[in-house]
């Protein structure tokens, strides 16, 4: 299983060198929010994606590992890749791309969204057994430690 490149219509990644204030992703009105381990999102335990149909949503690794594994495709899943996070990195998922997460026990996640994102905005897709497995499979050749 190869880990392939990210196209850059699926993810933007930022992070900040330099010293002030220094605007990256502007997209209001947003909410935010902290998300840690929950075992439901454990890499064997994931069932499925979800998208955000009204807004793009950024992730900001604080503490611990996370992996975001993203979606290609529209109404299915047709290529599944992974994002090892890099601690205080802004990760922008962009608006309707599948996606969930996996964190470790002691991971914190920052999360920006649209204060508007709700089920009714989100759809949510079931995993095959076969993308289930794939996930898991990516888990471990990032952490090497899983499983």
Not at 6 to 35: D, F, K
Not at 130 to 136: M, N, S, T
Request: charged share 20%.
């Amino acid at each position: 299983m190869k880990i392939s490149t990210i196209p850059s219509a699926l993810l933007e990644t930022h992070e900040s060198q330099g010293q002030g204030y220094q605007r990256l992703i502007n997209s209001p009105p947003w909410r935010v929010a902290l998300m840690n381990y929950t075992p439901d999102l454990l890499p064997d335990q994931i069932t499925e994606f979800q998208r955000h149909d009204e807004t793009d949503e950024v992730f900001v690794l604080l503490q611990g590992h996370c992996i975001l594994f993203l979606g290609e495709g529209g109404d299915e899943v047709t290529r599944i890749f992974a994002q090892n996070m890099l601690p205080f990195t802004l990760y922008n998922i962009k608006k309707s791309v599948w996606h969930s997460h996996t964190f470790s026990r002691d991971a914190k996640v920052l999360i920006v969204e649209n204060a508007d994102t709700s089920p009714a905005n989100s759809p949510r897709l079931q995993l095959s057994l076969e993308q289930k497995k794939e996930i898991a499979g990516l888990a471990r050749r990032l952490w090497r430690v899983y499983g």
